[in-house]
């Protein structure tokens, strides 16, 4: 069969039809309702896409993924509250509208940067990732080991404010995916005898655990009051605005991608500086913070930029960028697909189909924003009190379901716990499980590189390839500790007692 | 005032104690070395221990210099404590009885129970709720995608 007929047989599956833009409404209205996250939706709705064809299961996923990120800009406009942190500059401009009477006309313009932002994002992708996948081919062992070292690196510096922090929980991810059956050696390692832990610890109960129950727990724990949302009125985001906000949103999409293509940097980090830039340049600049549409396009450009582009990384190279790719690599393992230069050698028309899902995603973002704009409200409106049960209720079901024992579901929970304890530490969970998810590649790539040197650490270092990697992890590590050092000194200068 | 200090400092101090009792108890115990080893080769003890004393390095200074800084941080008592109590406790007879009445009945009695009588909504919405999304689950995952939850061994 040729390539375009497989293109096409992938493409006309019945449960993709159907699926993609039901995964796209699904994550516009758990970005809408404050308290739950993209990662939570993602990591709870992952389980049950396993049981679907490949190409659905991860694009049901990035489906998700995408339409939450518009999602969180809802109630940032309507409620002051971001929907998700990639919508915390929204906030800043969408609620003046929104309590000046505009709240459809800045939830329009959101719209329309969201979906420019999101389609130049895939449009970098499809122009990037195959590039970037040809040069991967020229990575060995060392190299994979020097990337993943950097991207590791990278995560730990841009998640938290203490990079050390970072770092450890990565060290503590790694660490979680050695437990299990050495694969060279057949010995067991931190299994403390039990039978089920010989196969590792389970990724599904880890992801759910640290990423959808601390919410809830931390729900439970204090007493929150679900927020009243404005209504949303018959204002409109007219051409007129559509010409005044476009090279905002430009500008915003293009710092979307190339900070969405960084791994670790992802699409919180993005919006502060296309906001920023916006503040900056945007013809209507001396609104900002009182209701300035550019404010709004700018934001929601830009961390829509980053949704395609966080694949760039995962896709070429199989190192994924943030949470969500994490749990993407994740699901394509399970699925028995290995991202990577060898998945655009070995299956291109699966590439190339889910590159044309990508831009219809894009497209369902637009109908759906339009088609639900007048339930926009109930929906950012409902109480939290009723909905945490249910996602309990699929959590459990979730973590059960792939490996058909409570023993999952126990370990689910006991990460909850562990979740909520890490918040307190301020050790920060993405790192966690990005270590976890790179553990075996990292011990895999480091063991074959030092077969092939014959033991020789120093040859890690060499190679004009790898020596550029471990530059980059050099440069940023020291440039974190010295912005550290320059902070805390200035804080000393300021004010004798640190902040609390 | 040195608690809260220590407070600000303890996710360095769980890093630099879990390092140690990695290298001086769990590795030890829990990672034995093979009979023989491939040569060239790092055995399995190689990545735990270098994570081991990564953590313990990093745990240190992180500790010493936010105690050092003079940051403070105070953890405040959760309010809703026994609120969180009763919902664990419901989750957990949940979990206990699932094997015999099965995960989605004792999931949608799990979800009542919680809606209503821990978060006090009312309940003839969180039953209409939790019977809604009990059966819209069952439809979708157990009848259409025929992922296996347990039924429970009181319905045979």
Redesign the interface.
Same mark, same amino acid.
């Given at each position: 069969m040729d390539h375009l007929s497989l293109v096409l047989q992938h493409l006309s599956q019945i449960e993709l039809i159907l699926l993609l833009p039901l995964a796209v409404l699904a994550g516009m209205v758990i970005g809408a309702i404050p308290g739950l996250t993209s990662t939570m939706a993602v990591g709870v709705l992952l389980p049950f896409t396993l049981f679907l064809d490949p190409l659905v299961g991860v694009l049901i996923l990035v489906g998700i993924g995408k339409g939450s990120l518009f999602g969180g800009s809802i109630s940032a406009i309507l409620m002051n509250v971001p929907g998700t942190p990639a919508a915390a500059c929204t906030v800043l401009d969408g609620y003046p509208l929104a309590r000046n009477g505009q709240a459809g006309r800045a939830i329009e313009c959101a719209l329309w940067g969201s979906f420019i932002g999101d389609m130049l994002s895939v449009v970098a992708l499809v122009l990037v990732a195959g590039w970037l996948a040809k040069f991967g081919q020229q990575f060995g062992p060392k190299e994979f080991f020097a990337l993943i070292l950097l991207s590791l690196m990278v995560i730990a510096a841009l998640s938290q404010d203490s990079l050390p922090r970072g770092i450890c929980g990565g060290l503590f991810g790694i660490l979680l995916g050695t437990v299990g059956l050495d694969l060279v050696n057949a010995t067991p390692r931190f299994t403390f005898g039990s039978l089920e832990l010989t196969d590792g610890i389970p990724f599904l109960p880890l992801l759910i655990g640290l990423f959808a129950l601390p919410d809830i727990i931390e729900h439970y724990m204090s007493k929150v009051q679900d927020l009243k949302a404005q209504p949303i009125d018959r204002s409109r985001f007219s051409k007129a605005d559509f010409r005044l906000t476009l090279p905002t949103i430009l500008k915003g999409s293009t710092v979307g991608i190339v900070m969405g293509a960084i791994p670790g940097i992802g699409a919180t980090a993005s919006t502060f500086v296309a906001y920023a830039e916006a503040k900056r340049s945007a013809p209507d600049r001396d609104q900002f913070g009182k209701g300035a549409l550019s404010g709004v396009a700018a934001a929601e450009s830009a961390n829509s930029g980053t949704k395609a582009a966080t694949l760039i990384p995962l896709l070429a190279l199989g190192v994924p960028g943030d949470v969500i790719t994490a749990i993407l690599l994740g699901a394509f393992y399970f699925h028995g697909l290995a991202p990577g230069p060898l998945l655009f050698q070995n299956d291109l028309p699966f590439i190339h189909a889910m590159y044309i899902a990508l831009f219809c995603a894009g497209f369902f973002i637009l109908l759906w924003g339009y088609l639900l704009k007048r339930w926009m409200t109930p929906i950012a409106s409902v109480p939290r009190d009723m909905l945490y049960p249910p996602i309990m209720l699929l959590c459990i079901v979730g973590a059960y379901a792939l490996s058909n024992s409570m023993f999952a579901v126990y370990t689910m929970f006991l990460f909850g716990i562990m979740g909520v304890l890490l918040r307190r530490l301020r050790i920060p969970a993405p790192t966690i499980l990005i270590g976890f998810v790179l553990s075996s590649l990292l011990e895999d790539n480091l063991r074959r590189a030092l077969l092939i040197s014959r033991g020789d650490v120093l040859d890690l270092f060499s190679g004009p390839l790898a020596l550029t990697l471990h530059a980059a992890t050099v440069i940023i590590v020291v440039t974190v500790a010295w912005r550290a050092l320059r902070r805390s000194r200035v804080g000393k200068v300021g004010s004798p007692v640190a902040q609390e | 005032m040195n608690a809260e200090r220590l407070t600000a400092a =303890? #996710? #360095?101090l769980?890093?630099l104690v879990?390092g140690l009792l990695?290298l001086l108890f769990?590795i030890p115990a829990?990672?034995? !070395?093979?009979a023989a %080893?491939?040569?060239? =080769? $790092? #055995?399995?003890r190689a +990545?735990?221990k270098i @994570?081991a004393w990564?953590?313990i390095i990093? #745990?240190a *200074?992180?500790a010493v210099?936010?105690f050092m800084? /003079? !940051?403070? @941080?105070?953890?405040k008592r $959760?309010?809703?404590?026994g609120? %969180?109590f009763l919902?664990g406790g419901i +989750?957990l007879v949940?979990?206990l009885v699932?094997?015999y009445v099965g995960?989605i009945p004792a999931?949608i009695v799990?979800?009542v129970a +919680?809606?209503s009588g821990?978060? /006090?909504?009312r309940l003839v919405?969180?039953v209409l709720?939790?019977l809604v *999304?009990?059966g819209a689950?069952y439809l979708v *995952?157990v009848l259409l =995608? /025929? @992922? $296996?939850?347990?039924g429970g061994s009181l319905w045979g």
């Open positions: - | =303890a #996710g #360095g769980s890093a879990l990695l769990l829990y990672v034995p !070395e093979p %080893l491939a040569p060239n =080769a $790092p #055995g399995p +990545i735990p @994570i990564g953590l990093l #745990g *200074f992180e210099t936010t800084s /003079g !940051e403070r @941080i105070r953890w $959760p309010e809703g404590l609120r %969180l919902v +989750i949940t979990l699932t094997p995960m999931g799990m979800m +919680i809606t821990a978060s /006090g909504q919405p969180s709720t939790a *999304f009990g689950l *995952f =995608a /025929g @992922i $296996p939850v347990p």
